[in-house]
C-alpha cells in the first residue's frame, strides 16, 4: 500500500476532538497523530482530495487546510518521536 503523510490544520471554528473521533472511524485513514495545536498529520493511501471530501461530509461548516507532506523537502521542531513516523511513512516512497 502506498501511503502518503498529509497535515490537516483546523480552523478555529471546528472541534478538535469531534474531528478527531471522526477520523478513528475511518478506513482510508490507516494511523494519525497531533504535533501542533489545531494540526493532524494523517496518514492514508487515499489523495488528498478523497480526504477532503470525507471530513468536509461531516463538517461542512469551518475552515480546514489539508496538504501532503513532501517526504524530501520539509523542515520542523517537533518530538523526535513524532519526527520517527514522518519518516517512518516517508520511507516507504524510497
Not at 18 to 43: H, Y
Not at 70 to 88: E, L, T, V, Y
Amino acid at each position: 500500500m502506498n501511503e502518503k503523510l498529509y497535515l490537516l490544520v483546523l480552523g478555529a471554528t471546528l472541534n478538535f476532538d469531534e474531528v478527531k473521533a471522526f477520523l478513528d472511524g475511518q478506513r482510508r485513514i490507516t494511523d494519525w497523530f497531533c504535533s501542533m495545536p489545531n494540526s493532524i498529520f494523517l496518514v492514508s493511501p487515499a489523495q488528498a482530495s478523497e480526504i477532503y471530501e470525507m471530513i468536509r461530509s461531516k463538517f461542512q461548516e469551518g475552515r480546514l487546510f489539508l496538504t501532503e507532506v513532501s517526504p524530501s523537502n520539509r523542515q520542523g521542531w517537533m518530538p523526535r518521536n513524532h519526527w520517527a513516523k514522518i519518516n517512518d511513512v516517508n520511507s516507504e516512497h524510497s
